[in-house]
């Protein structure tokens, strides 16, 4: 493992003895700099038909978030709700209802 010290004022590197006292800890204006690796996960490898399944949702959405623009209302997949929610708050009047509405129904 390497360890680099460096002075803060300048940027320059320095010398363990220089950056270090006679009981091993940091002066004051040195910074440590020292490579580091997380090991919170684990490696799976991919399969054939694991990279042409991603790889095959990743075209798929691409194509539907690069049209969306053209028609919003192909956007909603599921199954009409939406266009009656859409439909029941347009019956409101009260823009304030209206808005409380559509933030209280946000989730579903």
């Known amino acids: 493992m390497t360890i680099t010290y460096v002075r803060t004022a300048d ?3 320095v010398s363990p003895g ?3 006292d ?3 800890t940091l002066r004051p204006g040195i910074t ?3 490579r580091s690796v997380l090991m919170d996960g684990r490696y799976v490898p991919m399969t054939d038909a ?3 399944r991603r790889r095959a949702q990743v075209v798929a959405y691409n ?11 192909a956007q909603h997949h599921d199954g009409g709700a939406a266009k009656l929610r859409d439909e029941a708050l347009a019956k ?3 823009v304030y209802e209206r808005y409380d509405a559509r933030i209280r129904d946000a989730w579903r």
């Open 63 to 73: 194509a539907r978030i690069g049209s969306a623009w053209r028609d919003p209302a």
């Open 32 to 34: 440590m700099r020292t």
């Open 22 to 24: 006679a009981h091993g």
């Open 18 to 20: 220089e950056a270090l």
């Open 11 to 13: 940027g320059q590197q």
């Open 92 to 94: 409101i009047t009260n």
């Open 50 to 52: 694991d990279k042409d």
